[in-house]
């Protein structure tokens, strides 16, 4: 018996069941395929801007506290990528196509974003991701879909490949970022991951390491003073 797809299916993101039609390759209605190519997975949701303010001030502070380390060093993994990127994107090769625009977006990313920056954006997200890890609940679903929102959110702080359209309940424009083809959304964050993870980890780590000996501090001051009652 010759096995075949079925041509009608439900969406598999859980809690959604709209119906798709499927040629077999299809496995998302319209609304979580696009978030899945966007974020790496139907159930993430975006960093918002919002949310990266405390990890981008937790950065600031750090920058502070540790004026004279060298931050211009981790600077330095960015712009070693970026050169690589334009490399990348200035080759003829006709099998590097992906790769090509992968290194494309990152060069964009950087023609607007100071290198500074870039680290710091990428600091805050990895201090979101070991928070997430610290209070056992998740905030990234998966490594990938992880690695998909700190692409996009530095598309976003640097308005790569930004496009407005009107639209939506309130009929404001809104600005959404040219979705990528998912190899190329992959290859750059590839990329970013390799050259900037370390940078971004350890700083995190830095934060972290400060709210628990803050944290600790609090509780011993708590402890002393109960103790004067
Ligand atoms: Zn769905």
Redesign the pocket.
Known sequence: MAFRFNTYGT?R?PG?N?SLRTNGGAV??Y??ASIDIRYGDPRQKRITRRELHRPLRAVARLRKRNAHADWHLMEENWHALVRQCSDIANSRDADLRYRRQAANIIVQIAESLEAARVVDTIAACFILEGEDVHNGHRRFVTDLAFRCCLLHALRRDAKAGRVFHVGGRDCRSHASYRVLHKRTRDTACDLIIEHMAVVGGFIARAELKHQEAQAAHKSALMETLTSLI
């Open positions: 969406c993101a959604c709209k998302y209605c609304s979580h």
